[in-house]
Every structure is written in C-alpha cells, then in structure tokens.
C-alpha cells in the first residue's frame, strides 16, 4: 500500500514539474501589458491552490507547508 501512495506520489510530482511555467505559458501567448498581468495572477492563484492541496495530501503543517507551498508556487510561476 504504501509502494502505491509513494508512486501516485511521485507522479503527481513529475506531472507538476513538466507543465510550463506560468510565465512560459505567458510568453508563449505573446502576452503583455493588463494581459500579462491578468494570466499572471489567476495562474498564480490556481498554482497556490494546487500546491496546497498537494501539502494536504502529504498531511504537512506548519512551517513545513508554508515553505513547501513556497517552494512549489515559485516553480509554477516561474518568476
């Protein structure tokens, strides 16, 4: 069972890492000005979200969750 978790796990984690950054993504559509900024910031959120999730399914709090939704948000956006 645990062989499972750890491999839904790492899948998930290898599907986070491949997608394109947020600002990849944005480049890519030739984004600028109120355009860019707007992509940005729902990207942004829907990134945070994700990551959150992410920390409650590997049952994290406190300072480990802030550091890793951090962490985790910063590779998405990209910046």
Known sequence: MKRIIVAVALAAFAVQVSAATC???SM???L???AEKSF???CEADAKA???AS???KKLSGAAQTSF???C???AVGS
């Open 23 to 25: 600002a990849a993504q």
């Open 55 to 57: 920390a409650k399914e």
């Open 32 to 34: 600028a000005g109120a």
């Open 69 to 71: 939704v951090k962490k």
């Open 73 to 75: 948000v910063a590779d």
């Open 50 to 52: 994700t990551c959150e």
């Open 40 to 42: 940005m910031k729902k």
């Open 28 to 30: 890519d559509k030739k």
